[in-house]
C-alpha cells in the first residue's frame, strides 16, 4: 500500500494534484484544504496517501496533513460514505471543526457541508462521536487542562477513569463537567458511575 509520498508538484487542480516521484506522476484526489497546503507547482512536498482499491478501481487519495487523513478514514468507515464523499466533506470544512461539530451533535452545522444531508449527518454523529471522543490523537480534541489545584474527589475519580482506560484530558473533562453541574459529591464510587455515564452519552 502507498502510504507517502515525497516529490515534486507538478499539477495542481480543484480536485487532484500531480506528484512527480522519480519520473513517475502521481494523480492525488485531494480535499480543497489540503490543495490550499501543498506548495506551488515545481517545488519539492511530501503527502500522506491512501489508495482505494475495489474491483477495477485504483484510485489515490492525497493529503498533506495526517489529522485529515485519520478523519478521512473514519468518515470512509461509516455505511453510505465512500472516499468521494469524505474527501467532499473535508473540503467543505476542517478537521478539527468537523470534530467539534460531531462532538457537539450540531446536525444543523453539518448540513452546511456539501454533499450532507439531515439523514448523513445524523448518521455521522452516532457513529463517530464516540471514537472523537476516545481518540489518541491530542491534536485532534480537547487540550489537556491542568487538574492540580482540583479537589481530591476529582483527582480519584479522574485517576479511576485512567485506570479503566479513558484518556486523561477526556476524563478531566467529564469531571469539570460534573463539578459544574454539582454532581461531584458524595462516594467515590456513585461519582465515578455518573462519570462513566457521560462517556456512554
Known amino acids: 500500500m502507498i502510504d507517502q509520498l515525497n516529490g515534486i508538484v507538478t ?3 480543484i480536485t487532484h494534484a ?5 519520473g513517475i506522476g502521481y494523480k492525488l484526489n485531494m480535499s480543497i484544504n489540503g490543495l490550499q497546503l501543498l506548495p506551488e507547482i515545481g517545488k519539492e512536498t511530501q ?3 491512501y489508495l482505494h482499491v475495489r474491483e477495477d478501481i485504483l484510485d489515490l487519495y492525497g493529503f498533506v496533513d495526517l489529522k485529515e487523513r485519520e ?3 473514519l468518515l470512509n468507515s461509516i455505511s453510505g460514505i465512500g472516499p468521494k464523499l469524505a474527501l467532499t466533506i473535508l473540503s467543505g470544512i476542517e478537521p478539527e471543526i468537523l470534530e467539534k461539530r460531531i462532538t457537539e451533535g450540531d446536525v444543523a452545522a453539518l448540513t452546511n457541508i456539501p454533499g450532507v444531508g439531515a439523514k448523513t449527518a445524523k448518521r455521522i454523529i452516532i457513529e463517530l462521536k464516540e471514537k472523537f471522543t476516545k481518540l489518541v490523537d491530542s491534536s485532534i480534541g480537547f487540550v489537556e487542562p491542568d487538574d492540580s489545584s482540583k479537589s481530591q474527589i476529582f483527582r480519584d475519580v479522574v485517576d479511576a477513569l485512567i485506570s ?3 484518556k486523561k484530558n477526556y476524563a478531566i473533562k ?3 463537567d460534573l463539578e459544574k453541574s454539582g454532581e461531584l459529591e458524595g462516594e467515590l464510587e456513585t461519582v465515578i458511575k455518573k462519570a462513566l455515564s457521560k462517556f456512554s452519552l
Request: hydrophobic residues 60%; proline residues 0%.
Open 11 to 13: 499539477k495542481k487542480d
Open 18 to 22: 500531480v506528484i512527480m516521484v522519480a
Open 47 to 49: 503527502v500522506h496517501a
Open 71 to 73: 478523519v478521512f478514514f
Open 164 to 166: 479503566l482506560g479513558y
Open 174 to 176: 467529564v469531571c469539570s
